[in-house]
C-alpha cells in the first residue's frame, strides 16, 4: 500500500465519524499522491503526513450561558490549532448548530494549506459551538460570547493564535468577545480579525473574501481568454461572503441572478439588487422572502416545499458561497447540461467530490475554496500588520494588496499544476503549492 492510502485509512481509523475531515483530507492527498511519490521514503521516514493530518492541539470545553428566560444553556465549544509551520494559528470561530469536532478538523485543516497559499506567516486553524446565534437577543448572544471568551483567552493572543469570524460569527460577536478578552487579559493586541473599524479593525475585511472570489474568478478567466464581463452568475448564500461576492461581480460588469440562505432561493433575471439585499441581510436580518416582496423581478423559492434549488438556474459561472457540501453531483449536471463555464467556491468545501471530478471530467475551470476564498483571511492578515504597526490603511491600500495577493495565488497555482503536469487542474494545483511551503518549514524546524 503506498503512503498515501496508508494515511488516508490511518485518519479514517482514528477519527471515527468525521466524515467531512475525511473528505477534505482525502482530496488533499490525493493530489499530492504525485509529490509524495517521487520522494516516499523521506516523507515515510519523517512522518510528514502522520504530523500534516494531526492538529497539533485540539481544545473542547463548554460554554454556560443564561438566556433571556433566566435558563442555563450549555453549549459545545471546539479550537483546532491545527499547524504553525509557518505563523500563528489563524482561522475564524463558527457558530451554528451543525458545528462538531470533525467540521472544526475539515475547516481547520483546510485552513493550513490557504493560509500557505496567501503567502503571508500565518498557520491554520479553526473554532466554534453549536450555539446559534439567529432568533437570540443581543443580550443572550453576548452572554454566550463572553462565557465562550472566558474560555478560550487561555489559549489565544495577537502572536499565537488569531481566530476571526466564520459563518454566524459577525462584527457584533467579534466585536463582544474581543471586549471580554481585553477585559480579561487587560491587553489591547490584535488577537482577533473581523473587528470593527473603530477599535482596531481594517477597511475592506467585511468585503475582502467576497470581492476576493471574484479578483480571482476574473483572472483565471482571463488566463483562458475568458471575458467576465457580461456574464451570467449563480451565487448561492446570502451571508458576508455572498453579498460581496454580488457586489464585486456587478462592479466588473457581471450579473448575479441567484442567491439563497438555509431557507429557499432568489432567482432575479434582472440582477440581484445588492443595496436591497444588505438592507435585508445586513440590517433587518431578516429572510429572503422580504428580499422577493420588494422586488418585482425576483421571483422565489421555498426550500422546504421544492426539491431544486438555484444550481438549475442556467449561468456561466457558479459561486456557490453558503456551506460545505451544498453543491452535489446532480445539482453539478444541471450547471453543466446548461452551459457553466466556470465554478469558483467562495464557501468552504461546499462542492461534493463527485460534483468536483464531474465539473474536471467536462472541462469546466474549478477553483477550490481553499484559494478562492483566501482573500478573506489575507486580508485577515493584513489587519494584524495594521494592528501591530498602530496604523490604519485606507480602503484603496488593502483593496488592492487583496487584488495583488489573489492574482499571485492563481499563477501560484496555475505554475504548480504546470509543474506538476497537470495543468488547468486548479484543485492539484492549489493543494501542492500549499503543502510545499507548509512542508518545507516543517522540515527545517526538525521533529516538533
Ligand atoms: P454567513 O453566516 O455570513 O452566511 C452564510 C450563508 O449561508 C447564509 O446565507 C446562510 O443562510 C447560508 N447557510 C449557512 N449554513 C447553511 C446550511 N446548512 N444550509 C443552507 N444555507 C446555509 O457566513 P459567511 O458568508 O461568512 O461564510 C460562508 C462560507 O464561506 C462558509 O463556508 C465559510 O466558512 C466560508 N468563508 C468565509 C469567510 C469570511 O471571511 N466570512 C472566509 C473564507 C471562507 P441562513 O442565514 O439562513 O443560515
Not at 471580554?180 to 475592506?204: I, M, N, P
Not at 461581480?249 to 448575479?256: E, F, H, M, V
Not at 478562492?372 to 501591530?388: D, F, H, K, P, R
Request: hydrophobic share 40%; net charge negative; charged share 25%.
Amino acid at each position: 500500500m503506498s503512503y498515501v492510502d496508508e494515511i488516508y485509512d490511518r485518519v479514517v481509523e482514528q477519527n471515527p465519524a468525521q466524515p467531512e475531515f475525511h473528505q477534505a483530507v482525502k482530496e488533499v492527498l490525493e493530489s499530492l499522491r504525485v509529490v509524495i511519490e517521487k520522494n516516499e521514503e523521506e516523507f515515510k521516514r519523517d512522518a510528514l503526513l502522520e504530523r500534516l493530518t494531526t492538529p497539533e492541539r485540539q481544545l473542547l470545553f463548554r460554554v454556560p450561558w443564561v438566556d433571556d428566560k433566566g435558563q442555563v444553556q450549555v453549549n459545545n465549544a471546539y479550537r483546532v490549532q491545527f499547524n504553525s509551520a509557518i505563523g500563528p494559528y489563524k482561522g475564524g470561530l463558527r457558530l451554528h448548530p451543525s458545528v462538531n469536532l470533525g467540521i472544526i478538523k475539515f475547516l481547520g485543516f483546510e485552513q493550513v494549506f490557504k493560509n500557505s497559499l496567501t503567502g503571508l506567516p500565518i498557520g491554520g486553524g479553526k473554532g466554534g459551538s453549536d450555539f446559534d446565534p439567529k432568533g437570540k437577543s443581543d443580550r443572550e448572544v453576548m452572554a454566550f460570547c463572553q462565557s465562550f471568551m472566558s474560555e478560550l483567552f487561555k489559549y489565544i493572543g495577537a502572536d499565537t493564535d488569531v481566530p476571526a469570524g466564520d459563518i454566524g460569527t459577525g462584527a457584533r460577536e467579534i466585536g463582544f468577545m474581543y471586549g471580554q478578552y481585553k477585559r480579561l487579559t487587560g491587553l489591547y493586541e490584535g488577537v482577533l480579525t473581523g473587528k470593527g473599524l473603530s477599535y482596531g479593525g481594517s477597511l475592506a475585511r467585511t468585503e475582502a473574501t467576497g470581492y476576493g472570489l471574484l479578483y480571482m474568478t476574473e483572472e483565471m478567466l482571463k488566463c483562458n481568454g475568458v471575458d467576465i464581463k457580461g456574464k451570467t452568475v449563480a451565487v448561492s448564500g446570502s451571508g458576508n461572503v455572498a453579498i460581496y461576492a454580488i457586489e464585486k461581480a456587478i462592479q466588473l460588469g457581471a450579473k448575479p441572478v441567484t442567491c439563497s440562505d438555509s431557507t429557499g432561493w432568489v432567482y432575479d433575471p434582472e440582477g440581484i439588487d445588492v443595496a436591497l439585499l444588505k438592507e435585508v441581510k445586513e440590517v433587518n436580518r431578516a429572510r429572503l422572502t422580504e428580499y422577493a416582496a420588494k422586488r418585482k423581478s425576483a421571483e422565489y423559492h421555498d426550500k422546504a416545499k421544492e426539491k431544486n434549488n438555484q444550481w438549475i438556474i442556467k449561468v456561466d459561472i457558479a459561486l456557490p458561497c453558503a456551506t460545505q457540501n451544498e453543491l452535489n453531483l446532480d445539482d453539478a449536471k444541471a450547471l453543466v447540461s446548461n452551459g457553466v463555464i466556470a465554478v469558483c467556491e467562495g464557501a468552504n468545501m461546499p462542492t461534493t467530490l463527485e460534483a468536483t471530478q464531474y465539473f474536471q471530467k467536462n472541462k469546466v475551470y474549478f477553483v477550490p475554496g481553499k484559494a478562492a476564498n483566501a482573500g478573506g483571511v489575507a486580508t485577515s492578515a493584513l489587519e494584524m500588520s495594521q494592528n501591530s504597526e498602530r496604523l490604519s490603511w485606507t480602503f484603496e491600500e488593502v483593496d488592492s494588496k487583496l487584488k495583488n495577493i489573489m492574482v499571485n495565488i492563481f499563477h501560484n497555482l496555475d505554475d504548480a499544476a504546470k509543474k506538476y503536469g497537470m495543468e488547468g487542474d486548479y484543485v492539484a494545483g492549489a493543494n501542492i503549492a500549499g503543502f510545499l511551503k507548509v512542508a518545507d518549514a516543517m522540515k527545517a524546524q526538525g521533529i516538533v
